[in-house]
């Protein structure tokens, strides 16, 4: 495959900024480029010496003035959710029974499951977003129908079938041994095929019995390596009810704690109300909370603490998600943009870089998958995104007056969704453009 040189202006980050003037945080390149080839990024740097590296018949593609990102990552969203976004429910609960999960229902059906995964990698390339991670129905149907669409876009993407013997509608319901079966038999034929990892993925401790649970920790011993993802202390209802069906736990993240599933690879969707027992059990086992704001603030289900989590003597790792279909917007830049405005209310500052650090390299760090995804770094995957910060004519009035990279961030967060999305390079090739045209 010939290599290709994709020129703009470059920008990837290296750790966590600590603050507006934190420079050493990240990398910029006002005329840079990446060289690219068979999906992979072989360099980056100057547009200059990327020129003097590349072969001579190496293809050019110019993106400038545009902003070249690695490509967003969402670490929790749920994909058999698309048509739930925007139901209208006073809290959590009643949104899951009324709306939710009659809708997941219907990923039984092969076809319905296929529809939808089509729309759904469809959002996910408009939107920026090149890795996702993503609750598939209890159906393995719609694992598959998600999996085999991931494969076919060459998209690197964290899914599991969904665990749930309890609690739901009848047609939402697997068994213990069921559960253990077929998650094993989405491992065996899915993980790991193209670019595909297999989530180990109890919904939360409400809809699993104790022995799910253990179904989910054997599930756990034999396949390390998997990442794991449930919900974890998300509204004042929920928490209840969970300590009420496990009443031997000290609270809510003992229950996960008593089967084995914290650790580096889980992911624990909303994590808004954890006592201080709970965030240095989180701490200690090196879980990840993810943060969830349009879904927190739909749901009214409270302000994540960020600055308590990541502050303390025993700091927890974190993350940020779109949590479609609680979530009201597939853009991790909306999503970063209701974050900010939380952390407001919460008296505290967060900054743009930080925020454009954790749509990217920051998430990827919660999935452990830096090496791979989340930095324009040699050897990673050619997963980017290019932005314009003049996309509509609002934006471009206020680009007018924009004098710095993290203004121009600021501007991209506050006022951008999909429309400021250029193009998305999913493994080096421009999948955005290609949208709604048939694969070669
Ligand atoms: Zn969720």
Not at 23 to 36: R, S, V
Request: overall charge negative.
């Amino acid at each position: 495959m010939t290599a290709t040189l994709i020129r703009g202006r470059t920008l990837s980050f290296r750790h966590a900024p600590a603050g507006l003037e934190d420079k050493g945080a990240y990398g910029y390149e006002p005329d840079g480029a990446l060289l690219i080839e068979d999906g992979l990024i072989l360099a980056s740097g100057s547009f200059d010496a990327m020129r003097a590296q590349a072969p001579d018949d190496a293809v050019e593609i110019d993106h400038r003035p545009h902003l070249i990102l690695p490509g967003f990552i969402d670490t929790h969203l749920h994909f058999p959710q698309m048509q739930v976004i925007g139901s209208y429910a006073a809290n959590l609960l009643e949104w899951l029974n009324t709306y939710t999960f009659p809708e997941e229902c219907r990923f039984v059906e092969t076809a319905h499951a296929q529809r939808i995964a089509t729309h759904f990698f469809d959002e996910m390339v408009r939107h920026g977003t090149t890795t996702a991670v993503a609750y598939c129905s209890v159906h393995k149907t719609s694992a598959d129908a998600f999996f085999d669409e991931a494969l076919r876009r060459n998209m690197r993407m964290v899914a599991g079938k969904v665990m749930m013997d309890r609690n739901a509608p009848q047609g939402l319901l697997d068994t213990p041994e069921t559960s253990y079966d077929e998650t094993r038999a989405v491992i065996a034929e899915w993980h790991g095929k193209g670019r595909n990892h297999v989530a180990i993925t109890p919904r939360f401790a409400i809809t699993s019995t104790p022995e799910q649970m253990s179904a989910a920790q054997a599930l756990v011993r034999e396949f390390p390596d998997l990442h794991v993802q449930t919900h974890l202390s998300e509204n004042r209802d929920e928490i209840d009810f969970t300590c009420s069906l496990y009443p031997e736990a000290n609270d809510y993240t003992d229950v996960y704690a008593r089967y084995g599933l914290l650790g580096p690879k889980t992911l624990f969707g909303h994590c808004i109300h954890l006592s201080e027992r709970e965030m240095d059990a989180m701490s200690e086992t090196g879980s990840v909370a993810v943060h969830c704001p349009t879904s927190n603030l739909f749901l009214g289900s409270g302000l994540f603490p960020l600055r308590t989590l990541t502050n303390r003597d025993k700091p927890v790792r974190v993350s940020f998600a779109t949590d479609i279909g609680g979530g009201t917007s597939y853009s991790m830049l909306r999503t970063l943009d209701e974050a900010y405005k939380i952390q407001q209310l919460l008296g505290e500052r967060f900054n743009p870089f930080e925020s454009f650090y954790y749509m990217t390299l920051g998430n990827a760090r919660a999935l452990s998958l830096e090496e791979r995804i989340g930095t324009l770094e040699p050897g990673t995957d050619a997963d980017f995104t290019v932005l314009d910060m003049t996309a509509t004519p609002a934006m471009a009035l206020k680009a007018e007056v924009v004098n710095s990279l993290a203004d121009e961030l600021f501007l991209l967060q506050t006022m951008g969704d999909d429309r400021a999305i250029a193009e998305t390079y999913v493994a080096g090739v421009a999948a955005k453009t290609r949208l709604g045209t048939p694969s070669p």
